[in-house]
């Protein structure tokens, strides 16, 4: 049991080493969780202040007082002694990585990075927000992707912008082992410890509110490539009340920080690109996404608008599963006041998340019923087999999974892996993804179990359980760059009573894509029944979307 106690103070503590011995002192003779809990809790709510002061510094620090923006300015691919200076555990992948990174064709690596800084900058246009003077971007990779990220920083810096650089992410405290300790922070969670981060965080962002007003934008360079695995059963697993104060305590450092940096004010941009765990082929795929994620997204969005214009006629859109695939979901969407000038759907190119290829809404929860099944995806790096959910009016209301050995293990597995504990979750987006290019590289590249999010949600329809897209930043409207509509599916029956003495945010936000070959058909339904069919045994067959259909005929023809 003190094995177990250990890695549970060893991930609250790999920020701060020097307190880990006198933490241990404390904690060592624990001979219970309820006991360790207790001492946990006791050095959070002393060391309450300072713990918020090193958060609120790593989210605002540039130049000097930034430990990461040093080592990356120093980086090449000749010594990767350099890596050693984050205080990171690194693995052969990740200097392999950086050597394959910094030996990368100088052209495509500058073609790469300014595609991501073009993209954060184009998505004030596209998402209607105004950048004024700010300067400062939050800026995010995977330890290895330096000579990517120095290309980022760099051309931040060609345009007068400042890069806050974060401490990478290293393959050390990802997968399982995130998996395993995504809850250890609720052991150090008393009423009072919990009391005693919310004042400090409180003054901790005050302190460093000159820095927060100042940043306009993030951008996140993410991985893939290693396969998602099953959580460790001997995990932490917080009592309710410890678990119920965790996420007390992140609602209210989001909507903290919301109030300094409002989501309607930001822009964003997020890619992915391949690590070496994705094997022998790791060139070859890398250069399939160094393609897919600098292409011009243009000529998509224009389909896409197709697909807008047909779905803003109907009162509600239908699902269908192909095969074996027992889904049956009928998603409502809210009504426009004025179509001349609104519509319900925002038309995603390549600039938040790329690659391109998405169009969304907020759905409307009452009347959004039936069932999701999907026979097998990798969600937040947990893998589900058989994974259903069943919607009454856009909440959760039974949900399982196979591969867990009886029903009742299945119930358990999706409740603590997918509603994060919760009893049930309303849908918060439903959206139909485009990218039939990088649907036909993954299967043919057989990458999908290791797909991250950001490229999962663009090879088919998809919902997301949790909150709107435009949760916290539902006031400000947002306008399509191609018929100047504003998209008024901002927020749902939940999240507008936002403001009252109840919750209504969930800070969840995961979507669960239908790939298209489970897919049968997808159909808007307008107010009198008449029927517009989007796709059809995984093609797209509305007129005007035919050229989507290309990648994937290319792809029958080479089997």
């Not at 765990?277 to 000529?299: C, I, K, Q, W």
């Not at 059809?536 to 005007?544: H, I, S």
Request: charge should be negative.
């Amino acid at each position: 049991m003190n094995r177990a106690y250990f890695a549970v103070t060893e991930h609250l503590l790999r920020d701060w080493p020097e307190d880990i011995g006198r933490l241990r002192e404390h904690t060592g003779l624990a001979r219970s969780w309820e006991e360790l809990e207790g001492a946990l809790s006791a050095w959070a709510e002393v060391r309450a202040v300072e713990l918020a002061r090193r958060e609120a510094a790593a989210l605002t620090a540039v130049g000097e007082e930034n430990p990461w923006e040093q080592v990356l300015r120093r980086a090449g691919g000749e010594d990767l002694s350099w890596m050693e200076e984050y205080g990171l555990p690194v693995r052969e992948e990740e200097r392999a990585l950086a050597r394959f990174l910094f030996q990368y064709p100088a052209g495509r690596l500058r073609r790469m990075g300014e595609h991501i800084v073009q993209a954060v900058l184009h998505g004030f246009v596209s998402q209607s927000r105004d950048r004024r003077d700010r300067r400062l971007v939050r800026l995010s990779y995977c330890l290895g992707q330096e000579a990517l990220a120095g290309v980022v920083l760099r051309s931040l810096e060609e345009r007068g912008l400042r890069a806050i650089v974060q401490r990478p992410q290293c393959l050390a405290w990802s997968g399982e082992y995130a998996m395993a300790h995504a809850a250890d922070l609720a052991a150090c969670l008393s009423e009072g410890a919990l009391e005693a981060l919310l004042a400090a965080y409180a003054g901790a962002f005050a302190d460093r509110s000159d820095r927060l007003l100042d940043t306009c934008a993030m951008i996140g360079i993410g991985q893939f490539g290693e396969a998602a695995g099953i959580p460790r059963p001997e995990a932490y697993a917080p009592p309710p009340e410890r678990l119920a104060r965790l996420q007390r305590l992140e609602d209210a450092k989001r909507t903290l920080e919301a109030a300094y940096l409002p989501p309607s004010d930001l822009s964003f941009c997020k890619a992915a690109y391949p690590n070496l765990l994705v094997g022998e082929r790791f060139p070859a795929v890398f250069d399939a996404f160094y393609e897919l994620n600098t292409m011009d997204s243009h000529r998509y969005e224009l389909i896409q608008q197709t697909i807008i214009d047909a779905l803003d006629v109907c009162a509600y859109v239908e699902l269908k599963g192909a095969g074996e695939n027992r889904t049956d979901l009928r998603i409502s969407l809210p009504p426009l006041g004025d179509p001349s000038r609104e519509t319900n759907f925002l038309n995603c190119g390549g600039d938040l998340n790329i690659p391109h290829g998405e169009l969304f809404t907020t759905p409307r929860l009452e009347g959004t019923s039936g069932v999701l099944h999907v026979r097998e995806i990798y969600l937040r790096g947990v893998h589900f087999q058989d994974l259903f959910l069943r919607f009454e009016d856009g909440l959760v209301t039974d949900y399982g999974c196979g591969g867990c050995g009886d029903a009742a293990a299945g119930r358990a597995y999706v409740r603590e892996h997918l509603l994060q504990g919760r009893d049930t979750l309303p849908m918060g987006e439903f959206a139909i993804g485009s990218n039939t290019l990088a649907y036909a590289i993954v299967r043919d590249m057989d990458l999908l179990p290791r797909m991250p999010i950001l490229l999962a949600e663009k090879m088919g329809p998809h919902i997301a359980v949790g909150d709107p897209c435009f949760a916290r930043g539902e006031d400000a409207p947002v306008y399509n760059l191609y018929d100047k509509k504003e998209m008024v599916a901002r927020e749902n029956e939940r999240t507008a009573r936002r403001g009252g003495d109840q919750p209504v945010y969930t800070n969840v936000h995961t979507d669960i894509t239908l790939a298209f070959d489970e897919l049968e058909r997808l159909e808007g339904v307008r107010a009198g029944g008449a029927r517009v069919t989007i796709l059809e045994r995984g093609r797209f067959v509305l007129a005007g979307t035919e050229a989507l259909n290309e990648p994937l005929t290319r792809r029958e023809h080479h089997e």
